[in-house]
């Protein structure tokens, strides 16, 4: 051991005494807004083999010899910037990178678009807002996870939805994070919209597997969605009027250059607008809307240490009256998270994040009726987190990066409590208290001028924590006493060979841990499903991941290909139990089975990335199975979101300065259900019974979507607008969203026969929305 | 307090608020593709022991495939005619008789379909026979185990139950609800059971109609408070009840309610359970359950029970 640290030493001074070799390093920004901008790339114009790219606060760090150099920044929509240095000392070098346009949604032309290639992990994407922008649009509403569902090796959970299924795993399996806060719920209006405003949004990254090492706890994806840090040049103000909803969004300095705010907000109106003509017994008093709120501040301390304060607090409300039974109910729900962080230069090349994060999920239903009869069923998850990311720039071939972090989680996944009459009953259920942790080391290694590894290794512990008394054993546990701990090593590793200018070979394996776990009974992801920690009965989740790709890119990097396979095996998979009746009576880890699963597919991803025409096809072949052993026998089945043809097609063509078309086709075979096999006659009813589990598939789905966007000229060259016009479904294809069986169909001569019936919600439904900004 | 679990466990106030929210949705028939079928044995009997209690009882039937279309002739030949069937009680093994309804005079034929809840008309066109202990050889006791034994054709049905020990009720009143029609009034009960779990189903008539049970009609007392618990007993609906009929678990005043109130085994129970769930649930937001029977070698249930009978009029 004492050796194996002097060789560490050694190499360690060998590196930092090459005196002929110094650090440029800094940060890269947006010239109008100083927003910094999350993975540009720096490199040396002349050795195009020495480049870094900026982390997730802009900053960047490199190693280069004396003398003369041409650094050019690059970022996917910016013109590139040139800096001439002569090179005698340790330099910090800041870039402000101009788009040439702003609230355009224009995809601009990039110098340097080779990231296809040369990145060396797999299955990673990266959607810039202004891209998303340009698509078409359900009722007007921007959606973030709607354009994550068009990616190769992610599928939805139905007609409408938000909720993501990646490469074969539950919803429960993706990481959403937003500015590092754990988001539980993606979904507004039970999923039909998310809860990501797209105005407060700068970066989404989403990674098809476990991610680099910094990533844990879940193992299918990770969705990191940055917030935008607020313009520091200048005030705007932005807006939009949509079908549905309306929104708006201020930002600025507070100290030019130093400190900046952004403030964003958006409220649905729908319901409100009908309220006057609800007059019916049954639905009078009955409203529903959402509504979320981001803010963020930051503030540059000095040129080694920036605070970033950000939160986000959003509410779906659902209510419900009923003059005619004195019953109502109320449904509020949503998320609440706020982040607090410190970006620190130790030096040149090494940085560190250090973090605070709060976040919360809950969901409360409250109902009243007859003679002052109540009840309240909710489901909370409230967490505090403390995590440090380390980040350190050895050499132009190795970035070493490494941290901590521990989550205290209180998970109350229901609680009931109802009172009639004076008589107050409460479920016994207890919160559940529990500690996640994790330390990690990642090295992204440039072996040779074509091969390049990023090798990571991460150890989560998860404590289940007192208070507590155990189903088990009876035993009470004191506040913080462990009940019980789980953990485990999950190495990853990421491996590209580059073959020629154009082409790379990558591959990929990771392992994890997922120790908190959504559970659902429906054959949809909803507001209701609860999560539930990792306790005595209730394992973690395991995964690995394999994977393997060829990338190619043609015509100077206009067009670029991947193909990529994948084998997922999971273990510790949950599901309730066959026989399963929603209750109060018993825990609902005692509910639970578990078993295995495995997923495997094959992703081709085609993408223009320039010129007028831009856009992608995606077209993913898979299958998703788990295996219980008291399910089905044991027999192997497929998940309800086993899609064996996934495909989806985006196209954006800019006319001119005022016009831009796009269009959206996607296709996908059908969600799959339990279909009814029999029926039975018994207590004087005819009852059904239920066939091999998902073993029947809706109709495929396939939908076309087109906007057009007009912005008009105006002489102000301060105020803009943008009107955006959509068709959502334009051949009114009436995709299924589920089918449901009508068994009282006996006709006037005693004969019977049941019928089924599909049920389709989103007809074709144009909208506009309207987009300013000065 | 029952409605509350009902309308929480209920999957059906997603749907509503998805109506509610878009106003847009549209349905039209579909023909699913055919699921494999093959045809099962339905078992439905009962051990009672109660006031008026029936002797035990099979009633035999076969499973139809989903997407058939059965007229009454098809129901009345689901009916199995040709089983042997025995009970095993105590060692002893006692065979339950076959008896064919047409046989019977008109008055009895009517009053035993009232009782195992067939249409009389089906008598007519069809040879519907059941199998019953008639000459009550069988002991039927309070914590007795009953093994049932059915063979038809080359299949072997095995099922087994208990019936528990009894839990009567403290007391049983009606109320009338605010907000709703005065001449009607919810039926509350009193219970504070003795140590341990229980498990419950329970059924009422109105005047001289018939025994019908609600939507949910078993639970247990494990969440009871050491003091016992009031809570309601929502009339059964029956097939006239209109939905959203704010009177549908209402008695009215002057009504005589027999209400049959029993304790039943824990596999008794989770049939009913699942049963009673299964029946209510579909949709996009339905969960895939199925009924757990105790029958093996074929479906449906194989119940003992202890049951009292309460009658009052409402006021």
Known sequence: MQNYLWVILCFWVVSVGQSQVYTVSGYVKDASTGETLIGANVYDKNNTQIGASTNDYGFYSMRLEKGGHTLTASYLGYEDQEVILDLSSDQRINFNLSSGVRIEEVVVEAKKKDANISRTEMGVVELPMNEIKSLPVLMGETDILKVVQLLPGVSSAGEGSTGLYVRGGGPDQNLVLLDEAVVYNTGHMLGFFSVFN???????????????????????????????????????????????????????????????????????????????????????????????????VNYTLSDRDRLYLSGYFGRDVFSYKSSKQAFSVNFPYGNATSTIRWNHLFNDRFFMNLSGI?????????????????????????????????????????????????????????????????????????????????????????????????????????????????????????????????????????????????????????????????????????????????????????????????????????YTTSIEGYYKSMGGQIDYAEYYVPNFEHELEEEFVFGKGQAYGIELFVKKQSGNWTGWLGYTLSRAERTFPEIEEGRSF????????????????????????????????????????????????????????????????????????FKPKHRSKKWKDAWVFSIYNVYNRKNPLFIYYDLSTGDANGEFQAKAYKVTIFPIIPSVAWNFEF | MKWILEFLLNPSWLSMIIIVLLGMSCEEEVIPPPVEHAKEIVVEGYVEKGEGAMPPYVILSYSFPFFSKLSTEDFAKSFINAAEVYVVYSGNRYELEKVCLKDLPVLLREQLARQLGVNPALFESADLCFYIDLMRNIPVEEKGTYYLNAIVGGDTIKAETTIPEPVELDSLYYLPVVGVDSSYREMKASLDPPEGLHYYRYFAKVNQGRFQTASRSVFTDKLFSEEGLDFRLPKPEGADTKPGDPTRFLYEVGDTVTLKWSTIDEAHYDFWRTLEYNRQNQGPFSSYTRVKSNVQGGIGIWGGMRYFIYRSIVE
């Open chain 1, 638 to 709: 497929k998940t309800v979101y086993d899609r064996l043809h996934d495909m989806s097609v985006v196209a954006s063509y800019k006319l001119n300065d005022q016009w831009n078309f796009s269009g959206v086709f996607v296709y996908g075979s059908g969600k799959r259900y339990t279909p009814l096999k029999s029926l039975y006659r018994l207590d004087r009813e005819l009852n059904v019974r239920y066939g091999p589990r998902n073993s029947a598939q809706l109709e495929a789905y396939h939908r076309l979507d087109i906007a057009a966007t």
């Open chain 1, 198 to 296: 797209g105005d407060a949004v700068k970066n989404i990254t989403l990674h098809k597997g476990g991610g680099p090492a910094k990533y844990g706890g879940r193992l299918s994806s990770v969705l990191d969605v940055r917030m935008k840090d607020g313009n520091n040049q200048s005030f705007h103000v932005k807006g939009g009027i949509g079908v549905i909803s309306s929104k708006l969004n201020i930002e600025g300095p507070i100290v030019k250059n130093k400190a900046s705010f952004v403030l964003s907000g958006r409220r649905t109106y729908v319901l409100d607008i009908v309220q006057p003509f609800l007059t019916g017994d049954n639905f009078k008093g009955t409203n529903y809307y959402f509504y979320d709120f981001n803010a963020k």
């Open chain 1, 358 to 558: 709060f976040n919360n999920y809950r969901f409360d239903f409250e109902g009243a009726a007859q003679e002052n009869a109540s009840f309240t069923l909710s489901s909370e998850v409230l967490d505090y987190t403390l995590k440090s990311d380390f980040e350190f720039y050895w050499n132009n071939t190795n970035t070493i990066k490494f941290g901590l972090q521990s989550m205290y989680h209180r998970l109350s996944p229901r609680t009931l409590s109802f009172n009639q009459g004076g008589q107050k009953v409460s479920s016994p259920f207890a919160p559940k208290y529990a500690v996640e942790s994790a330390v990690y080391l990642q090295d992204d290694w440039t072996v040779t001028r074509d091969f390049e590894v990023h090798a990571g290794l991460r150890y989560s512990m998860f404590n289940h924590i007192g208070p507590y008394t155990s189903n088990l054993t009876g035993r009470t546990y004191k506040d913080w006493e462990i009940v019980k701990t789980y953990g485990g090593w999950e190495p990853r590793l990421s491996m590209k060979y580059t073959l020629n200018a154009n082409t790379s070979l990558k591959s990929a394996i990771s392992y994890g841990n997922q120790y908190i776990h959504l559970v659902s009974n429906s054959t949809s992801t909803l507001p209701i499903d609860v999560w539930v920690p990792s306790s005595e009965l209730v394992p973690p989740q395991t995964g690995i991941q394999l994977s393997l790709g060829v990338f190619e890119d043609f015509l100077n990097h206009e």
